[in-house]
């Protein structure tokens, strides 16, 4: 049987390339090839199986208005032509009575395409001046550290890992969030690297780890400053080095000198022998890699903590070689423009976080009259999920939800439109953790009605007047677009044209400070950067304490599982959630493993079964990401107990601030 080659654009680092077989117009096999070197023949399961969401019950296959009331999930099929006229008809009411910053789109993850996002759906809201949404979702504080230190230079390509001696993987579980690491890694342990790994739960690489630092969350801000400090003081940092290529050098020393190792291991709650153990390697085993993840960051001292992290292979001098640095996102090694799809300037409207949707749906001033929810399950996903809910359920609030299937947030649309997905559509994709570009094409016909992003936003730009004669209209004007927008983008467009993958133009495995340099103008670190310290409420790597307390003392952090891209796919997740903690905190609460308990705090409640396990350090309860309303006793997530307070840097969310009480439920 022929088989057709695709890309996997969803929200993943490795963005695999894949190959198809379709007979019938049904999908018969999804596999990885190896157009992207990273993928190396094989996939997830998940999107092995994704057969069973593409033409799956829950799929959404025509355009529906609501017929229940708010929140039921009851709709009446209606035409394209009938839902995108009530669409238009209420947003040009919305302008013309509230003003566009009545209207907010509510965006982030479904696909990191950049022809499903910020492409026609901004030209639309930027001409209509709908509020702006600042998508501080995931990776915003991440971004902000790397973006001050580095400019984003290039991080360690994944496949480079080979060549480490020492692999640190900190906050990042690539078990289930980047698979494609994992033979990389096992493959450099029988070469001899060490791994170590910073988590606070025991994952299964750090069941492997020759040394597993379980730190509370929110406090590897304190050892990686420790371990700096512990470099200076033991004339391990690399003075010459740092005196070449860095600036702030003297300030972020001061910084760190009030963390010694015995303190920072108090702070964090881990052995000090173990730290000084982390110490003693990171100063002396080369070449060394960090691996940077975004568990990091979902704190209040995620920004600080990320710098601070991505500051140590400064001082400890571990850049130069092959293997050797850090890797954060690899998203902008190859630099594209995503904008020049949109065509459409960005007015200077208000902007609203992402984090805070839940607040503005309920207090915003001037109030918010009409939602456009595409690529996000925002009842899901957002932090604080009972003001989401509040703020859906309102009465007054127009809600259209864009999306592939039923979702929790769907469910509370009044009118519902029915999405593609990237199997049935055109994209065009960027790793961010492997470093390629590639086009996606349609390999299945289209479920029912379903249409692309691009179709329906360039489709209500049209019915409401906004279209321009020069806009690039459809996917190959919008490819094309990009690839003749930057110099990185026209040296890969004939290769993204030809074979629908290229690799970054100074070639695939960039050594850091030998072939790539800060984005900076003067080329240097710089350590301590002026804004990101302004902007910090402590300063740039001042540490924020705990913000549990005696009613509410236990630590509930979400990361993500293999059986879901953050909510996406939960529809085919059967099994219940499971609140997983440790045997200590257990006993002295009377859980069993079994026990159907209650989490709760003072923003939500959350009811489920409780699994104990010493899998998770004494202090912390473990409650995925992505969960859907089914999953939990009572409908709510996670989320529901985790604040929208943001993140030191960048606006970012704190979802693993979370403090909880956990009881049994009766
Ligand atoms: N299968 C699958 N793959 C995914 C996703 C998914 O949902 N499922 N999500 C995708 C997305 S959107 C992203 S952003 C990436 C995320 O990729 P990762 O960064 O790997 O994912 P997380 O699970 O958020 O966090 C990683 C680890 O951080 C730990 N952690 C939590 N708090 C802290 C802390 O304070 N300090 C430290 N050191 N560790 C902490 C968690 O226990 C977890 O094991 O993965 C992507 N890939
Ligand atoms: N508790 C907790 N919550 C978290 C996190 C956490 O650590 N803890 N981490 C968060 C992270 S890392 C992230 S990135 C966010 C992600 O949060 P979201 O952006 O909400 O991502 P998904 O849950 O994947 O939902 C994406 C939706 O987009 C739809 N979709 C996919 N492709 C398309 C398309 O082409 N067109 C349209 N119209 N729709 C499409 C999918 O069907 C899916 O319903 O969640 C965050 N939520
Ligand atoms: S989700 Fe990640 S591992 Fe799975 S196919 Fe897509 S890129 Fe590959
Ligand atoms: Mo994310």
């Avoid at 939602?371 to 009842?379: A, E, I, Q, R, W």
């Avoid at 994709?429 to 479920?447: D, F, I, N």
Wanted: proline share 8%; with cysteine; aromatic share 4%.
């Amino acid at each position: 049987m022929p088989t057709l080659p695709t890309a996997c654009p969803l929200d993943c680092p490795d963005a695999c390339s894949l190959s198809a077989t379709v007979e019938d117009g049904r999908l018969v096999r999804l596999d990885g090839d190896h157009r992207n070197p990273l993928t190396a023949g094989f996939i997830c399961a998940k999107v092995r199986e994704i057969g069973g969401h593409v033409q799956g019950a829950e799929r959404l296959r025509h355009p529906a208005i609501r017929v229940g009331a708010k929140g039921e999930g009851r709709f009446a099929t209606v035409s394209w032509d009938e839902a995108l006229d009530q669409v238009a008809a209420r947003l040009r009411e919305a302008v013309d009575q509230h003003g566009g910053e009545s209207i907010l789109p509510v965006c982030y993850g479904g696909s990191n395409g950049l022809l499903t996002q910020d492409a026609t759906d901004a030209r639309l809201f930027h001409r209509l001046g709908a509020s702006r949404l600042a998508k501080t979702l995931c990776a915003a504080p991440s971004g902000r550290a790397y973006e001050g230190l580095y400019g984003r230079m290039p991080g360690v390509a994944l496949p480079a890992y080979r060549h480490a001696r020492l692999i640190v993987l900190w906050g990042v579980n690539p078990s289930a969030t980047g698979i494609h690491s994992i033979p990389v890694i096992k493959r450099a342990r029988s070469a001899g690297a060490t791994l170590v790994v910073v988590d606070p739960r025991r994952t299964p690489l750090a069941q492997q780890a020759d040394l597993h630092l379980a730190p509370r969350p929110g406090t590897d801000l304190c050892l990686a400053l420790a371990l700096i400090e512990h470099l200076f003081a033991t004339g391990r940092a690399d003075r010459e080095f740092l005196s070449e290529h860095a600036t702030g050098v003297e300030a972020l020393r001061e910084r760190a000198s009030a963390w010694s190792l015995p303190r920072a291991a108090a702070e964090a709650g881990v052995p000090q022998p173990d730290l000084e153990r982390f110490a003693a390697l990171y100063s002396s085993t080369r070449p060394a890699v960090i691996r940077c993840g975004w568990g990091v960051e979902r704190n209040r001292n995620g920004g600080s903590a990320v710098a601070a992290i991505l500051a140590l292979p400064a001082v400890a001098g571990c850049f130069g070689v092959p293997g050797g640095g850090f890797t954060m996102s690899n998203s902008r090694t190859i630099r594209l423009d995503g904008d020049a799809a949109a065509a459409a300037p960005a007015p200077s409207t208000r902007e609203i976080n992402l984090n805070r949707v839940g607040r503005a749906l309920t207090e915003a001033d001037p109030p918010i009259h009409v939602v456009l929810s595409y690529n996000c399950n925002p009842l899901s996903t957002l932090p604080d999920q009972e003001r989401v809910r509040r703020g859906l359920l309102r009465e007054d609030l127009f809600t259209v939800v864009f999306d592939q299937v039923m979702t929790d947030t769907a469910r509370h649309a009044d009118v519902l439109l029915p999405a593609t997905t990237f199997l049935e559509h055109d994209d065009l994709t960027r790793g961010y953790g492997a470093m390629v570009v590639q086009r996606v094409r349609p390999v299945l016909p289209t479920e029912g009605e379903a249409r692309p992003n691009w179709m329906v936003f360039e489709a209500l730009c049209d019915r409401l007047g906004l279209s321009e004669p020069g806009d690039p209209r459809g996917p190959d004007a919008m490819v094309e677009a990009i690839l003749g927008a930057t110099e990185d983008a026209r040296s890969i467009a004939d290769a993204v044209r030809t074979e629908g993958v290229a690799q970054p133009p100074g070639g695939s495995e960039p050594v850091q400070m030998r072939d790539v340099w800060p984005r900076h103008a003067d080329r240097r670190i710089h350590l301590c950067p002026e804004a990101l310290d302004a902007e910090a409420p402590a300063g740039l790597y001042g540490y924020q304490p705990d913000p549990g307390g005696p009613s509410h003392p236990l630590a509930l952090i979400s990361p993500a599982t293999r059986h879901t891209i953050s909510s996406t796919f939960g529809q085919r997740l059967r099994q219940p959630a499971e609140l997983v903690m440790h045997p200590q905190d257990a006993s002295v609460r009377g859980i069993a493993s079994g026990d159907e308990v209650a989490a709760f705090n003072e923003l939500g409640r959350v009811e489920c079964r409780a699994r104990v396990s010493d899998e998770v350090r004494p202090g912390v309860v473990v409650l995925p990401k992505g969960l859907w309303s089914r999953h939990t006793s009572n409908g709510a997530t996670a989320n529901a107990v985790a604040p929208d307070a943001l993140t030191d840097l960048g606006g970012g969310a704190t979802f693993n601030d979370a403090r909880v009480q956990v009881v049994r439920a009766t």
